[in-house]
Structures are given as C-alpha cells and as structure tokens.
C-alpha cells in the first residue's frame, strides 16, 4: 500500500517563496504571480503619507480631508500585503532529520536564547530548540524507536513533554513527577517507541507558562503505519498557532512574513493546527471548506466540515482542504484583533495560494 | 418537494412583540402573558429605592439593613424582566428583499454612520449597512444569481467579504488581495452565482476589527435546494453575537431590548447562531435542548444534542429546538459577566417563548 | 441489568487521601508512593533560597549565579509538588445522601457566607451550598422525585437554576421569570420528577456572576435508568473548573490543594468536566488520551478521542478514560498560565494516578 513519504520535498514552496523574494522588495508575488487582484488603480495613486511627510517641511498643513486619511490608511494596508510574504531572518518548523544509530532515529535538540525577527525589523527574545521557532519539526512513524538528546544552554532549567505521545510514564518530561529538571549546561536523553501516530508537540513542561510562552515548542508528527486512502495528501502543512511574548504569530512569524500554503489546483492540503498558545484561535480559510479528519491525532469517527475552525490551547487538528478554487485565498484567526489593525493586517494571517491548472 | 420558504411572515413574533409593547409601560408582557410565574408578592413590594429617595430629603438616613439592600437590588432586577422586549429605535437583520433584474436577485447595501440605539436611552455610534445593525439579512437560494451594490457614505474605505460562501476570487472582498478598497463616496458592484447552502455572513474586510465591530455585518442565508425533511422548522431565527464598542448584544442589542423567540408547543426553532464578535459565547438554552445540525453552512453528519452551545469567532452553528416544554425559558450567553450584574440581566440574553396548545 | 451504583464507596481514593496526608508534612505521597520519579538528586540538593536566607544575615551577599538561581526557582517547584495533595480545611461536592419521605429524595441546601481555604494559607470569602465549594454533589436517578429545600442564610436574595435538567418551567429558578427571589432568611422549596439523565448542574441565577463566581454552584449528576454498557466505569469522578474571585480551581482547589484521581491500572474512569467560570479550560490528560461520550447530559452520536478537551462556561462533557499507563500523570488546564507560574504549578492541575497490576 503506498504511504505519504516521511520527508517530502516541498519544492513547489520553496521555489515559491525563493521567487516571491527575489522579484524585489516591494513586489507583491503571492498576488501578482496570479494576476488575481484589481488593485493596480490603488498602487498607481501616490501614498498619501508621502506627500504629508513634503508638506511638513513647509507652513502648517491643513488638516487632511476624511479622503486624504483613507487614502493614507488604505496605502499602510497595502504595503503590508504587498510585502507578503516577507523575508525575514530565521525559519522555524523546518523537517529535522534523524541520525541513525543502530536502528533508532536520533535527534539532537539545543535549547539556548536567540534574537528571533517575528516581522520585518521586529526582533525579540526567545528561547529557542536548535534556534528556530518553532523548534525544527520531528516526524517519525508509528512503532519508531525515537531517541532525544536535549542540551540546555538556558539559564533556568527546563524539561520536554511530549504532548500527546502515550510514553511510559519516565519520558513524560515533568520535572519532579517523572524526572528531574535539566539544570543549566546540563543534557538529558528520552528514548521510546513512538506509541500513536498523530499530530503531537513537545514543548517544555518546566516554567512552562514563560518557557513556551518564549518559544521552547515544536511539532512532533507520527505518521501512521498505513495512512487510510481517505486521508492522503499532496500537500502536508503544520501551522502552530501561538500568542504570548512574540504576539499573535503562525509558525513563529506574523503577517507579512507568514508562510503562504501553495498548491496547485485540484490537489489535497492537509493542514496540522496547533495551538501553543493561551487563548483559541478560530481559523477561518476564504474560498474552500476544511474538512476536519483528525483531533489530537485521534481520527474522528466522522469526517465534518467547516470554514472556521476553534483551535483551543493545547489542542491539535487535522484538516483536509480540497483545492477546488483558484486564487490566492486569505487564511487567518477570525478573532480579528489578532489579524488587522488600522494599520493593515498583521499577525495570525496568511494565505492559501491555489495555482490554477491541473496538479 | 415541500421547501422553506425564503420569506417566512413572522406573523405571531410580530404580533406578540406589538402586544407586549402596547400593554404599557411597566408591563410584564412575556412573563405575564403566560402566565408562568409567581412574582406577584414581588411586586407588589415597595421599591425598596423609591423608600431610599424620600428618605434622602430630610436627616442623613439609617444604613440600610441587609434587607433593604436586598430588596433594592431586586428591584433593579425586577425592572430589567419586566421592561422586556424593551423598546428601542431600530431593529437590525431586517430581512431584505431583493429587486429582481433579469432573474438576478439585487440588493443594495449603503455603508454608513449611525445612532444605534442598543438599550433603551443608550445610544452609541454605529457604522451601518442600511442603518441596521446586523445589517439587514439576505436569504437567498442556491443556485441564484446574486448582485450586490454597495455604496460607501463612511470616511474610511471598505469592502464586503461574504463569509462561508465559495466564490470566485475576485468577488472574496479581501482589498489589495482581491479587489481594490472601495473608497469612500464609492461604489463597487458584487455579482456571483451562489455556490453552498447554509448559514452565512457578510461583513467588512477592510480595517475590520474596527468596522465590524462597529456594525458592518449581517447574515447572509442560503436555503439549500432541498431542505432535508429533518431539517425543516416552524421558526427560522438568526442569532447574531457580538461583543465589540456596542457591548454584549444579540441582533444589535442588549437585554432587555433583545427580541425574544416566540413559538408555539410542539413546533420546531431553526436557530443559526452567528458570532461576529471577539470572544467566545456559549449561549445556554433553559428547558429543552438543542439538537446541533451544521457548523458554517455544512451538515454535521451525526446531529447531536445539547444545551450550551459554544458559539467561537466566525463560526456559525444551525441547532434545532422541538420546542415540547411550555413557558418562558431564560436564553443566554454563559459567561456570566456578559449576561447579569449586580444590577440585573444585561446584554446577551433573551428568551424562548413556548406558548402552550399545539401549534 | 447491572446497573452503577449511586453511591460508589470511593473507598481507594479516600485510603490513599489519609495514608497521603498521614506520611508526613513534607512527603510525597502520590509520586513517592508509586516510585515513577527520579528526582531523588534533586530533592537531596540543598535548597539553594534556604542558603540564602542564611548568609543574608551576614554581609551583603554575592549576586546568585544562575544555577544558584535556577535552583532556587527548582526548589520552589518541587515543593508545590511533593505538597501534592496537600491538606486543606473542608472539602467540596462531597455526595449529598437524601432523605427518603415518602418515595421522595430530599435534600436539604443552605447557603451561607464561609472562609473557604483554597490552597494551604489561602482563605477567601465564599458563599457555599452547606458549607462546601462547589456544593454537595446530587446524585439521583431519572424518574426520581426529587424535593430541594433550600434555605437563604446570605445578606442577598438568592434562587437555584438546575442547569441541563429540562423541568417544568415553574421550577427553573429564574427570579422574576420563573419565580420571585428567595430573600435573606427566607426558605424555597423545588420539588420535580427528574425528566433527563446526564452530568448537569445547580447554581444561583440571581446576580449569578457574582454568587456563582463567590461559590454557589453544585454538580447535579442524573444516572440513567440503564447505563449502557459502553459506559460503564469503575470509577466516576465529577471535575468542576472555576476561575472567579476564588482563582483557578479544580473543585474548589488549587493545586497542590487539588484531589488527584486514582485507579487501578485497566480500570475505566469516567469523568465529567463541568464549568462553572467565565473562561474556556482545555484539560489536558498526559499518558492517556480520553474518550468522548456525552455533551451535556447527551450521549455523542459517535464517541471520539482526544487527549485536550476544550470546555466552556455552562458546558458539561463527559468522558471515559481507559487506565492502560501506569504512573502519576499531570492532568491540567493547557492555558498555561492557569497552572503554572515562576514559582511552580498552582490553580488547574491534579493528577491521575494510575496504580500498577491488576484492578
């Protein structure tokens, strides 16, 4: 029966995003490569502020008119789409490849402070797996015998929890139920059988509320034995939802440098909601439905569907989104201070891009 | 096939509603109407605080004994049951009926600002499509072809994103991804053939945590082109939530100006639950139970019972109520703090009016 | 038909409670009792804020190293720990035994104003059902006939709403809907045949956000006639969440306050999450994941799985956990600030502990 690779390529994404960067600083890849928008009158007007910014040098202006402000506001809204997606320094999330030692799958993990760019020009504290936030992704198989060598260059002690993983009790990772914390400069090793396939995390479970809240989070994903037919994906996509000290963020970016999901028309998306953060964040996708499959990475007895999805703290869910429309489709919590102000749209906002033409 | 129909009269909702206005203004009109309750030896109290008034004109008074406390604070509450359905200026979620064109459904929505009465004498600054707040409801048919005009009178620029329909890209409302911002004094025409049944929204999608939260919403339903016969009611209600500058409202108002649900023993209540606020509700039936058939549009593939529904950001939920239990029953968000003070029922609550006899 | 007791001796949890608390001020009962834990290295550290407090008798003292700071903080967080349970005055949702008059079970409720102790030291102002918080727990069988006299020793008048039970709307206990308010010193008596199996609950709805939030609530547990035997369980536990004036509780406790859950590995707990907050609590399970069986009292068409279960004010799930992993598992509400701070786990946290062999 064929499986869903461990490791796939995502050359289309990446190739993407590589292009959108490198057309230019002000290009609007995601939107322009689809030549899907009509905004070409509003970028051919001057900014607004511009002139302002003229006119300051001279006498007093006179106070803008209401169409002067609009034109300001809807100029700031545009430069953040346009600079989707944004380049910034650092990537979390990226696919973590194991070391082999006599059949077990090995993976080294760092966790030290880091300056980590959340948008463009905006960079923050964050204690960090291997530097990256999210910590790089683990993905193994069920029935994987799965080793982890956690190194704390911190200057507090920490411990991972493997959150949904059903480990024997000593790899739980809570300091002082099942283990003691991993003092400053020390290591310490789990090693177990990968016991239940699913979209899990590990993240720390020692001063957890300030130690995840700055980033010591990760996507542990166990692919099943035999993936069922029905869930079967062309694109896999984890999608870590958070909002503590780094503010509202996907993947450890907010808006504009958000990953955009990238497809080609008619292919399956799966999508991996996790929620490392303290509040819910309900996903609504434009354009398409989500069919949710999958719950803390126990499948649902019923497939259902829905445009907006709760993602509670905590919780992971599975979702397959069939790629039927084309277009470039905005993708963002729908508690809507956690995506736009009036300054554009920030933070928990991305977009799902379906090329047109047959995958 | 027997159908819905799209404009069901309201006839006894209406009815009642002019009846417990007319009966005056200190009147007790659902509660007394029926009948149900014993709060005669309540009220024919002395207000505790009227006592309190007269007092205050001649020596400083005695504190007042726990009682007198007592007595003042429930007469506070008191006069909060007994002024509803409270009478305010306007009434959002008007249903609005198209003007047909060439077999094309045509509605006109104009954007702009208004007084919003919410309670009664509290009024507070709205942006409006149609001066309503929701705006008024489309209910339209799948299949139809629909075109909505929009003219914008608001200082700021704007767009109309139809929520949980799957459209075209271009016709998604999302300024600088799919269309311009329209400007204000502007117009911009939306025009789709309508692709999914269900219960769904349309509200601004531009500087939106402001607009929609200053009104620019409403419901958009789809009557799928064959109800399922499960699935047909008496009653057809839409419930929006909201909780943004005009505080803790149903339809655009706040306890005891909310509209009661009004039915027969026996019948069956459609009610579409649409949040379009920032926070979760989970709205809390007395007496009976809710039977859960879609989330945002879809049918859920096995309904499911309950009596408190928690209603997230975005999303819409369709329950059923077989409305077997006769009386007046307290509806509700359960949140306390967006439903009572210690000055009685506020904001998200109203009520379910079973009037006995078969339908 | 076997059928579950109504009123199950939970004589294990309650030996393991005494020989716990029996084992000295400083031990550690659940996790030393079980051998799970390794932290012996830690605990034989000396605790690095006692050194402090010593040499701050002498000349100004060296700025702490960070180990002697993260030791200190560990040591904060190992004594939260092996407190755990640790002893407070009086105990909540104790079962409520009923009187028997003529085929009626009575029950006897007063609410008045106590000192609840929350956790070790902390005592707050209540208002609690006989004393306990939350109230005792009421346990009947459907088609009971159920009488509840309640008496009002609080200086505000009061009322019971018995939430999820689909009565006669004259006992729904809605002041000045459905009844007048019970006034200090007054007596109220509900009387009704139990209409609806499930997990449902009892608690004020007069100025409910803050009677409820200061303690007046209960759980009000309904078996059914026939248990399915899908459901039947060895132990069955009631879990009220609360986060008012009390702070973060489980129960009416915050850890290390909080009863942890105990079973014999292989045996099947149920447990009913009911909410009687303002704010969602998504309990998380470690070691296990949960089965869904009921919303509100109703059974779910198709049980599901998860091991974060998102519950909201007002709701009631129930779940069943099958006790397969042996160990002491943290079992807490996954907003992290809900249980764990700088200075170690607090408010929503507890435990299921599962004792190795056989049941």
């Known amino acids: 029966m064929s499986e869903t690779p461990l490791f796939p390529a995502p050359a289309s994404r990446r190739t993407f995003l590589r292009t959108g960067a490198a057309a ?10 689809l030549g899907a928008c ?23 202006p006179p106070a803008p008119s209401p169409r002067e402000k609009a034109d300001a506001m809807d100029a700031m809204h545009e430069r953040g789409i346009k600079a989707f997606p944004a380049r910034t320094e650092g990537k979390g999330n990226q696919l ?62 920490t411990a991972i929890h493997f959150h949904g993983l059903e480990l024997p009790n000593d790899q739980d ?20 059988t990968v016991p239940n396939a699913g979209s899990h995390m590990y993240h720390s479970h020692h001063n957890s509320a300030v ?19 029905a869930h079967r994906a062309d694109v896999d996509y984890v999608m870590v939802l958070n909002d503590g000290s780094h503010g509202y963020t996907l993947n450890g970016k907010g808006f504009p440098a958000t990953e955009p999901l990238v497809c080609r028309q008619g292919q399956t998306v799966r999508i991996r909601f996790m929620n490392e953060g303290m509040m819910i964040h309900p996903m609504h996708l434009h354009g398409m439905h989500m069919t949710v499959i999958a719950k803390d990475g126990w499948d649902q007895p019923m497939p259902w569907k829905c445009d907006t999805l709760n993602v509670a703290p905590g919780e992971r869910w599975d979702v397959l989104v069939k790629a039927t429309n084309p277009g470039t489709w905005a993708f963002h919590c729908h ?7 009036e300054h554009g749209m920030f933070g928990m906002v991305t977009a799902l891009v379906v090329q047109p033409g047959v995958a």
Chains 1, 2, 3 share one sequence.
């Open 24 to 33: 230019a600083a002000a290009a609007l890849p995601v939107v322009a490569a």
């Open 38 to 60: 009509g905004e070409t009158r509003a970028s051919e007007r001057p900014a607004a502020d511009t002139s302002a910014a003229q006119r300051a040098q001279a006498v007093p």
């Open 96 to 157: 973590l490849a194991p070391r082999m030692e006599s059949g077990i799958k090995v993976f080294d993990l760092t966790c030290e402070e880091v300056q980590w760019e959340v948008e463009p020009g905006r960079k923050v504290k964050a204690w960090a797996y291997n530097g990256q936030v999210p910590g790089p992704q683990i993905r193994v198989r069920e029935g994987d015998r799965v080793r982890v060598h956690l190194l704390n260059k911190l200057p507090e002690s």
């Open 173 to 192: 990772g809570v300091p002082f139920i099942t283990q003691p914390p991993v003092k400053p400069g020390e290591r310490y090793t789990y090693e177990f």
């Open 211 to 229: 130690q995840v809240g700055l980033g010591l989070l990760g996507a542990f994903v166990v692919e099943p034995r035999r993936v069922r037919p």
């Open 335 to 341: 508690i809507l201070p956690h995506a736009e102000s």
